[in-house]
């Protein structure tokens, strides 16, 4: 079946350091690639999506490039601030596969001023 | 812009009690989800239904119900509360003319004691 993996926690990182969350998918087809954010105390939000292969996705200085060759859509950010902790979820939906959306365990990442 | 709109937000039940944790979304969608998020598990599904009338289990149904009302509504019950059922829930929906994009209600917190 469809799955997402994405790296364990928390990371964290210094002010203004570069940052990568990697996420690897299973699926079937061609499903839709999503990254969430849920800030402390909140419900998830969308960050970005990416719809097919080679699309990126971006919002708020995040990155991500759906690859499918290697069943990745990592994030990615130059230059991270404090108000970027949060945790981060990675998910899929599979349009093949009853469109069910399919999240990742999700990365806290803490960001030290 | 209500959006997905859950309710209670706070709810503290004794065990063995029943409750309902009502969910609306006024975005048309097909597609709606709930999940239980516990500290270090990210999130699980309990029940998706993917249009008004249907219903399907996901990974941890065991001590829910649901209903479907209405294309709008879709409610989670819990007929005997247990303590491990302390978690927030998040109620969702997508719509594939969305491309599956996920929206989310901001959470009940409950806490079975």
């Known amino acids: 079946g469809n799955s997402v993996t994405q790296m364990e926690g928390p990371v964290t990182l210094s002010e203004e350091a570069f940052l990568t969350i990697n996420c690897t998918y299973t699926?079937?087809?061609?499903?839709?690639l999503f990254w969430y954010v849920q800030y402390p105390g909140e419900g998830l939000q969308l960050l970005l999506k990416?719809?097919?292969?080679?699309d990126k996705g971006s919002n708020k200085g995040f990155e991500a490039t759906y690859r499918k060759e290697t069943t990745s859509f990592h994030l990615e950010k130059g230059s991270v601030q404090v108000s970027d902790s949060a945790v981060y979820f990675c998910?899929?939906?599979?349009?093949?596969?009853?469109?069910?959306?399919?999240f990742g365990k999700g990365t806290r990442l803490h960001i030290l001023p | 812009n209500a959006g997905v709109t859950q309710t209670p937000k706070f709810q503290v039940l004794k065990t063995g009690q029943s409750m309902t944790l009502q969910c609306a979304q006024d975005?048309?969608?097909?597609?709606m989800y709930w999940y239980r998020q516990d500290p270090g598990m990210g999130l699980r599904l309990i029940y998706y239904?993917?249009?008004?009338?249907?219903?399907d289990k996901g990974e941890v149904p065991n001590g829910y119900n649901v209903s479907r009302l209405n294309k709008r509504e879709f409610s989670l019950r819990l007929e005997s509360a247990a303590p491990s059922q302390t978690s927030v829930y998040f109620c969702?929906?997508?719509?594939?003319?969305?491309?599956?994009?996920?929206?989310f209600g901001e959470g009940s917190w409950l806490t079975v004691v």
């Open positions: 969702a929906s997508s719509s594939l003319t969305a491309r599956n994009t996920i929206y």
């Open positions: 699926a079937t087809g061609y499903p839709s």
């Open positions: 990416a719809t097919k292969a080679d």
């Open positions: 998910a899929l939906s599979d349009p093949n596969r009853d469109d069910k959306i399919i």
């Open positions: 975005m048309n969608h097909n597609s």
């Open positions: 239904s993917a249009s008004e009338g249907t219903t």
